[in-house]
């Protein structure tokens, strides 16, 4: 299948500029060829800001002397003389060796004076008319990454990754004074980063990324996020109210305020302003992208991916307004149109195979285009300044649309009836427990327990999961009570077959009390002669046995020694067939005169779980919660990180003891 670029014309005309099917420049407002690139097997292209020059990456190759092919290349618009040998480049003005197709592309000043590339431990500078001569070097022991500035004030970001032991740094140069950095960053947590700034240049957003989460949370490593200021006046890490990765952060184009999607599905997106404060907080939902419009009144709330596809828009200058939801499935391609009226989705390969198109929506929610292509692979709105594409009212009056999108509507089915989780037949008719609720529709908040599997107990399925080492006390999770406390309704939560035991175990507790009082069934405490307990066996090797019996018996059961001992003396006092001292034996054939028969005490079986008054128990349960805030304050002490709910837990201090008082208990 033969593959090409194309320029197509949008509202309200959506026809086709022809006259693309090599790497052509064309100019789209009249479809006129300017030149045709002399360039073969092109992967990459890109203009610089000014659209003077287009820049083109191919494959990586060698010539026949074995040495590496210049494969990037920069080239004038419009056509002049050639810098190269070949006669056909006849507008090429720079050549480079790039082996890598991450970062291929040079990057520019807004005002195309000087362009910029990195190669090792150094950052070339070139003149843009020169691309033969180094103008400039910024060295940099170790740089991996960098980013120029946009606006009126040449400056330049470098990035240098953690290596043995050192943190990894942002440092922030102005052109070209590179003696010493402006602004300056350092941090640990960092394999790689995204570098953002704000369309001023004044403010850079850095997203620093780990390749590994080393506290099991997640399989796509940890992701923190820091704001610098040029001036070199402030500089933070942005802290996020929520756990959970960070999905996406970009700035307003007024330069004032940047949003951030963040957390554990639903997530969450809040706004900040320069000084890393939040100003306004958005509904919780599945979402992973956040894009404002060029003016900066509206933002779009997206979620992509592995989500839905749906778009909240919001109108920032009518205090946060909902102005409506679009479906759009399957969409890995989504953009503002310049005057900020027109929403651009696209569903692209080779990401998906299938369902490839374009969509353009109205800003109020109207779908305004609809094309299905056999295979896309790009799309993209023509730049336009954005001054002057803007309009007066966005919202009104709303466009008529395309044949094309009514044609797609009447073929779109509306369900007749809302499709939601199955649920099984005993369970239908009842309201869903909190448990099976996202945190945005009233269930219980995400919480992680540093282990990858679904065992949570709360938020995934089946039993708790805890960490247990062999022979070691289990330790006790936070914020739990003892299981004294927690057997007040103990007979509630038994089954049918451990309550019917219970009530054997009492009983026979009951019938072996009885007898004891009269007198029937010898002491436990009894002493018994060695030689009747198992006859035929010497002392040593009984005691040997019953020495070997211990120690394995030990290494089998995981408990405490405590509680080992504890169930051990009640087996010893339920085992219905143990064996019972031989009577006394007769004194000239005559019995021991029994004891008198009295009247029987009175019993009352009760349930060990139910010892102690309710006041007592939450007693227990409280002074185990200062035992654990205590614990947290020597962590702190030594210099660990705690948690913010943990930090949360050590707050509560004040109101536990306020409550032990109001319940009588004094230290």
Not at 135 to 151: C, I, M, Q, T, Y
Request: with cysteine.
């Amino acid at each position: 299948m033969a593959k090409g670029i194309g320029v197509m014309d949008a509202a309200p005309l959506y026809q086709p500029l022809p006259g693309l099917k090599r790497v052509t420049i064309v100019d789209s407002s009249i479809g006129h060829v300017v030149t045709t690139l002399a360039a073969e097997n092109v992967f990459e292209l890109g203009f610089s800001p000014l659209g003077t020059f287009i820049i083109t990456w191919q494959r990586p190759s060698k010539d026949e002397k074995g040495d590496a092919i210049k494969n990037l290349k920069v080239w004038n618009v419009l056509e002049g003389q050639s810098t190269g040998p070949e006669e056909n480049e006849h507008n090429v003005v720079g050549r480079f060796v790039q082996k890598s197709q991450t970062g291929w592309n040079l990057q520019y000043t807004c005002d195309e004076r000087y362009c910029a590339r990195v190669v090792t431990n150094e950052v070339h500078f070139y003149q843009s008319q020169d691309l033969g001569t180094v103008w400039n070097r910024l060295r940099v022991e170790g740089v991996a990454d960098f980013s120029v500035s946009p606006g009126k004030n040449h400056s330049i970001a470098v990035f240098v990754p953690e290596k043995k032991g050192q943190p990894a740094a942002i440092k922030v140069f102005n052109v070209p004074a590179f003696a010493a950095p402006v602004s300056q960053k350092n941090f640990f947590k960092g394999d790689k980063v995204q570098m953002k700034w704000n369309s001023e240049g004044t403010g850079l957003i850095v997203l620093a990324q780990t390749e590994v989460d080393k506290s099991g949370k997640s399989y796509y490593g940890e992701t923190t996020l820091y704001l610098l200021s040029v001036k070199g006046d402030f500089d933070s890490r942005i802290e996020l109210d929520k756990d959970g990765p960070i999905h996406d952060v970009t700035w307003s184009p007024n330069s004032k305020e940047f949003g951030v999607v963040y957390g554990y599905m639903p997530a969450k997106a809040t706004l900040f302003n320069t000084r890393a404060k939040a100003t306004y907080s958005f509904a919780l939902g599945p979402r992973n992208t956040i894009i404002f419009s060029p003016h900066g009144r509206f933002v779009l709330i997206a979620g992509f991916g592995n989500l839905a596809g749906q778009m909240d828009i919001y109108d920032l200058d009518k205090d946060y307004q909902k102005i409506c939801s679009i479906e759009a499935s399957n969409a890995s391609v989504c953009e503002w149109s310049p005057d900020g009226k027109y929403i651009l989705t696209a569903t692209t390969s080779p990401r998906l195979r299938v369902d490839n198109g374009v969509r353009i929506w109205h800003v109020a929610g109207g779908l305004m285009y609809n094309e299905d292509l056999q295979e896309l692979y790009h799309v993209t709105w023509r730049p336009r300044n954005r001054e002057a594409a803007m309009t007066e009212n966005p919202l009104h009056p709303v466009p008529i649309p395309h044949p094309s999108a009514l044609a797609y509507l009447g073929t779109v089915k509306t369900p007749s009836k809302p499709a939601g989780a199955y649920r099984p037949p005993g369970a239908r008719g009842q309201l869903t427990p909190l448990v099976f609720k996202r945190e945005d529709e009233g269930g219980a908040a995400y919480v992680s327990n540093g282990s990858l599997s679904l065992g949570n107990g709360v938020n995934g399925f089946g039993k708790p999961r805890r960490r247990e080492v062999p022979g070691a006390e289990p330790a006790a999770e936070e914020g739990t009570e003892s299981t004294e406390s927690t057997a007040i309704d103990g007979d509630e939560q038994l089954s049918k077959a451990a309550m019917k035991n219970k009530k054997k175990r009492e009983a026979k507790k009951a019938k072996d009390a009885i007898g004891k009082a009269s007198g029937l069934v010898a002491e436990p405490d009894s002493a018994v002669p060695a030689a009747m307990a198992t006859p035929g066996r010497s002392p040593e090797r009984r005691d040997r046995r019953g020495h070997e019996r211990n120690r394995s018996r030990g290494h089998m059961d995981p408990r405490p020694s405590s509680k080992q001992g504890q169930r051990d003396t009640r087996r010893s006092h339920e085992q219905p067939n143990a064996k019972k001292p031989p009577p006394a034996p007769l004194s000239n054939g005559v019995a021991p005169p029994q004891p008198a028969a009295g009247p029987l005490p009175d019993l009352t079986v009760t349930s060990p779980g139910t010892a102690g008054s309710p006041q007592d128990k939450k007693i227990r349960a409280l002074l185990k919660k200062l035992r654990a805030i205590d614990e947290l304050k020597m962590r702190r002490a030594s210099g660990e990180k705690l948690e913010g709910t943990q930090i949360k837990k050590m707050d509560t201090e004040d109101d536990v003891r306020k409550e032990l008082e109001g319940l009588g208990w004094t230290e």
